[in-house]
């Protein structure tokens, strides 16, 4: 990520920060998730969708989208992983997940859903303060401690707009 695009983030966050003391507990629903399978340029895809959110009432808290790219390395056919690779990449996605997600009761960042397409698997949270999250996977990314290649891009959106056909998804 350039300079110039982490430079507005903490303007953002600091503009646009919820996160200030004394604020109230807000209840996170409990992850419940929609599969569907699909496909896109003639290629499968599967997406797994947290339908728990759609009635969330605290979408502003989590104002900002993260988005990780991961790259898998064994696919079977169109593009899709094999299975052991599924497995691995699922795996090291859950260890994110909880370093992402943070505190148990008041955490960071909620998943919203899970994209397998055409070689990749995409991982999208909402996240409260960006600048952690930044961090945490800019580290790995710095430090090339990561099993497969990958990126990520946080974007402000306070009303979920950009995620918005994620809570179309029916389970």
């Excluded at 303007?11 to 003391?21: G, I, M």
């Excluded at 169109?78 to 052991?84: A, F, I, S």
């Excluded at 995620?163 to 389970?171: A, E, G, M, R, T």
Aim: charged share 25%.
């Amino acid at each position: 990520m350039n300079k110039p695009i982490l430079i507005a983030m903490g303007l953002l966050t600091s503009l646009f920060s919820f996160a200030e003391k004394g604020e109230k507990s807000v209840k996170i629903p409990e992850e419940q998730f929609a599969v569907v399978e699909s496909s896109a340029d003639d290629k499968p895809a599967i997406i797994v969708v947290n339908t728990s959110l759609r009635k969330f009432k605290h979408k502003k808290l989590y104002g900002w989208t993260c988005s990780l790219v991961i790259t898998y390395k064994d696919k079977a056919m169109n593009g899709m992983p094999t299975t052991d690779e599924s497995n691995f990449v699922y795996d090291y996605i859950e260890k994110l997940d909880k370093v992402i997600k943070g505190g148990s009761t008041q955490p960071n960042a909620v998943f919203l859903a899970r994209i397998t397409w055409n070689g990749t698997c995409e991982v999208i949270w909402q996240v409260k303060d960006p600048k952690i999250v930044h961090e945490y996977l800019g580290g790995i990314i710095n430090s090339k401690t990561y099993p497969r290649e990958l990126d990520y891009r946080i974007e402000f959106d306070k009303k979920w707009k950009k995620v918005s056909l994620y809570n179309k998804i029916k389970p």
